[in-house]
């Protein structure tokens, strides 16, 4: 007897730590958590600072990377840290299923939200291309406020129906924080991603096609002047030497810089250089301008200028797009996949990991902008310098 008793308390001692398992203590997720929500507040953050702070930041397509910044804010503030609680609990929720609920509506618009911000841009930048004279550089006008409030608005109308109660499904498991219906997963998967996705690579192909054909316009134009300008030059120096005449055209006008704020003047001023008075009864060579073509509508010249910083950051938004991507299509088609397909095992594991590589995704825009953006990375190395001095 004393030995089953014995037995039975060494099993009992056993036991305990495999029980202290059984409950769930993920102790890897919480810190990876933990530093993840630290790296997407401190990031997102000095994204909007920096918008808000330096005046070369202040432009209509930074002011849309603001608005993605505060949805990648508000789900590091309240999605990560119920999620990260979960996962710390091995997936098992322990909470009400209406903070489930919340959860979940939170989760959907602000994901929601980041794809129709990057949507949205998309759309901007193309009209920035397409319709450059329409186009307000200096500060948001009404049509850029309308696609602004429409990301947000959408998004809350695709998450709205699980404040409605569409979560709520006989035989609901408690202990489990999902969506629970399957025609509201693949609602949300088409509105969320699978129709913006196409929309959004389909109007940057449409830009890049735009600014490739600027660019050729460009230095077509920059060709001609420099041209009209050569011949200004032999024009003038066929000229009698008079010592009022203006010097010859600087040789530099004979090459593009490498990196203009803006590009040069499409034509030469249209008037030739003539003598000052005193010469002007004088001997004077007749020179005719003939072969060179003047603009003669000088309304014609104000024409849109896309400059090089506008460039650059045209050229880091088809990255951000890309790390999205990347980070949430394995989710979206692993959670659609597992609510149709009825008789498809989806690993939990596989799923948690899918989910928390979507997660990431906030914290990696910011580090996309301080590679590849210098203005952003100025701010940045600026403001953690004056931080440890």
Same mark, same amino acid.
């Given at each position: 007897?004393?030995?089953?008793?014995?037995?039975?308390?060494?099993?009992?001692? @056993?036991?305990?730590?495999?029980?202290?398992?059984?409950? /769930?203590?993920?102790?890897?997720?919480?810190?990876?958590? #933990?530093?993840?929500?630290?790296?997407?507040?401190? /990031?997102?953050?000095?994204?909007?600072?920096?918008?808000?702070? @330096?005046?070369?930041?202040?432009?209509?397509?930074?002011?849309?990377?603001?608005?993605?910044?505060?949805?990648?804010?508000?789900?590091?503030?309240?999605?990560?840290?119920?999620?990260?609680?979960?996962?710390?609990?091995? /997936?098992?929720?322990?909470?009400?299923?209406? #903070?489930?609920?919340?959860?979940?509506?939170?989760?959907?618009?602000?994901?929601?939200?980041?794809?129709? &911000?990057?949507?949205?841009?998309?759309?901007?930048?193309?009209?920035?291309?397409?319709?450059?004279?329409?186009?307000?550089?200096?500060? #948001?006008?009404?049509? %850029?406020?309308?696609?602004?409030?429409?990301?947000?608005?959408?998004?809350?109308?695709?998450?709205?129906?699980?404040?409605?109660?569409?979560?709520?499904?006989?035989?609901?498991?408690?202990?489990?924080?999902?969506?629970?219906?399957?025609?509201?997963?693949?609602?949300?998967?088409?509105?969320?991603?699978?129709?913006?996705?196409?929309?959004?690579?389909?109007?940057?192909? /449409? +830009? $890049?096609?735009?600014?490739?054909?600027?660019?050729?316009?460009?230095?077509?134009?920059?060709?001609?002047?420099? %041209?009209?300008?050569?011949?200004? %030059?032999?024009?003038?120096?066929?000229?009698?030497?008079?010592?009022?005449?203006?010097?010859?055209?600087?040789?530099?006008?004979?090459?593009?810089?490498?990196?203009?704020?803006?590009?040069?003047?499409?034509?030469?001023?249209?008037?030739?250089? $003539?003598?000052?008075?005193?010469?002007?009864?004088?001997?004077?060579?007749?020179?005719?301008?003939?072969?060179?073509?003047?603009?003669?509508?000088?309304?014609?010249?104000?024409?849109?200028?896309?400059?090089?910083?506008?460039?650059?950051?045209?050229?880091?938004?088809?990255?951000?797009?890309?790390?999205?991507? =990347?980070?949430?299509?394995?989710? $979206?088609?692993?959670?659609? +996949?597992?609510?149709?397909?009825?008789?498809?095992?989806?690993?939990?594991?596989?799923?948690?990991?899918?989910?928390?590589?979507?997660?990431?995704?906030?914290?990696? &825009?910011?580090?996309?902008?301080? #590679?590849?953006?210098?203005?952003?990375?100025?701010?940045?190395?600026? =403001?953690?310098?004056?931080?440890?001095?």
């Amino acid at each position: 007897m004393a030995n089953n008793l014995s037995l039975s308390a060494h099993e009992a001692a @056993e036991a305990a730590p495999a029980a202290g398992e059984a409950a /769930g203590r993920n102790l890897p997720a919480l810190v990876l958590g #933990v530093l993840l929500i630290v790296v997407i507040i401190c /990031g997102n953050l000095l994204v909007c600072l920096s918008v808000f702070t @330096e005046k070369a930041l202040k432009t209509t397509t930074n002011y849309f990377i603001v608005s993605l910044a505060v949805a990648d804010l508000m789900l590091a503030v309240l999605v990560l840290p119920l999620f990260v609680y979960s996962e710390f609990q091995d /997936g098992v929720w322990t909470l009400s299923t209406t #903070v489930c609920d919340a959860l979940m509506t939170m989760d959907v618009m602000l994901c929601t939200a980041s794809i129709f &911000n990057l949507c949205a841009i998309s759309i901007d930048r193309f009209i920035a291309v397409s319709i450059p004279l329409n186009y307000n550089r200096k500060h #948001v006008d009404l049509r %850029q406020a309308v696609l602004l409030s429409a990301t947000w608005i959408l998004a809350l109308a695709v998450a709205s129906p699980i404040m409605f109660g569409i979560n709520n499904v006989p035989g609901r498991d408690p202990t489990e924080c999902k969506l629970e219906n399957g025609d509201y997963v693949l609602y949300s998967s088409v509105c969320s991603f699978f129709i913006p996705c196409p929309i959004m690579l389909m109007l940057y192909c /449409g +830009m $890049f096609r735009g600014l490739r054909r600027w660019e050729e316009a460009r230095k077509a134009k920059l060709k001609s002047s420099i %041209q009209a300008c050569r011949k200004l %030059q032999e024009a003038a120096a066929s000229l009698p030497p008079l010592a009022s005449l203006p010097p010859p055209l600087p040789p530099i006008i004979e090459r593009e810089p490498a990196d203009a704020p803006d590009e040069p003047p499409a034509f030469p001023s249209p008037e030739p250089p $003539f003598p000052s008075p005193e010469f002007r009864d004088g001997p004077v060579a007749a020179v005719s301008f003939s072969e060179i073509k003047f603009n003669p509508d000088p309304r014609r010249r104000k024409r849109a200028k896309i400059n090089s910083r506008e460039r650059k950051a045209m050229k880091v938004l088809p990255v951000v797009v890309g790390a999205f991507l =990347f980070c949430w299509t394995p989710f $979206f088609v692993l959670h659609t +996949m597992r609510a149709r397909c009825q008789d498809c095992y989806v690993p939990p594991a596989l799923m948690s990991v899918v989910t928390w590589l979507g997660y990431v995704n906030s914290a990696l &825009n910011p580090v996309i902008y301080t #590679v590849f953006n210098t203005e952003f990375r100025n701010f940045f190395k600026k =403001f953690l310098n004056s931080c440890c001095s």
